[in-house]
């Protein structure tokens, strides 16, 4: 686990943003080349999803495989780790982590998820806020990705099993992204109760966005 001292600090630029994301809520923003976000689980064991996008050309998304194949750190993200698309635009690099080990494989639950795993009816779901944020930006269920998962772990077993473990991140943890183009950001503050990812207690995160 990473303990990595923070590489600009929000007080030293121009806060843009401040916003608490309830439990199972979701937020998006655009963010300019150079601006900074700040990701901090408030109360600890909460997975955040996130997607990103090239402000300028939205087929220009995420890519998780790129991202593992490119970075050196393997399948988990930490400081240092650049979030690539699929056309290669380097999107973010995470500047300051204090949690390490951020997961980029077991991608966001659904409400056909839910309901396939774990027997359930229809619950909230980071699918659905997905979707709720992307309509603001005129896209839908075409433009979505394997999205990443901060501060959640996945560790993968030596026969290839993945483990939905607990996480393990403390009260006050946070992640520094620098937008490295235009971008679009979504977070969906992961509502799932059916297993450990949020030790079954979905809380809330907040997000700080700011300009050096």
């Known amino acids: 686990m990473s303990s ?3 590489a600009v600090d929000p007080a ?36 955040v999803d996130f997607l990103c996008y090239n402000a300028h050309d939205h087929a220009d998304r995420y890519a998780a495989a790129d991202t593992m194949k490119i970075n050196s750190g393997g399948i988990f993200l930490t400081t240092g780790t650049v979030l690539y698309s699929v056309g290669l635009t380097k999107l973010f ?13 077991g991608g966001c639950c659904s409400a056909a ?5 774990y027997g359930v009816g229809y619950q ?3 699918r659905d806020n997905f979707l709720t944020e992307l ?26 099993d993945m483990d939905m473990g607990p996480s393990i991140s403390k009260p006050g943890d946070h992640v520094d992204l620098r937008a490295e183009h235009d971008v679009i950001a ?18 809330p995160v907040r997000v700080l966005v700011w300009k050096p």
């Not at 995470?94 to 494989?105: E, L, M, R, S």
């Not at 998820?113 to 795993?117: I, K, P, V």
């Not at 309509?135 to 990705?145: D, E, H, V």
């Open 4 to 6: 990595t001292p923070l």
């Open 12 to 47: 030293e630029g121009t806060l843009l943003e401040n916003t608490v994301i309830p439990a199972g809520g979701s937020w998006s923003r655009t963010l300019a080349a150079g601006e900074l976000m700040r990701i901090i689980d408030l109360e600890g064991k909460q997975a």
């Open 93 to 105: 690099t995470i500047v300051a982590d204090t949690c390490g080990k951020h997961d980029t494989i």
């Open 113 to 117: 998820l839910n309901t396939f795993r």
């Open 124 to 126: 909230h779901n980071c």
């Open 135 to 160: 309509r603001r930006y005129g896209m839908g269920p075409n433009n979505l990705a394997a999205n990443v998962n901060f501060f959640m772990y996945v560790p993968v077993g030596e026969n290839g």
């Open 186 to 203: 979504v977070i969906s503050n992961c509502p799932q109760i059916n297993n450990p990812v949020n030790d079954f207690n979905p809380t």
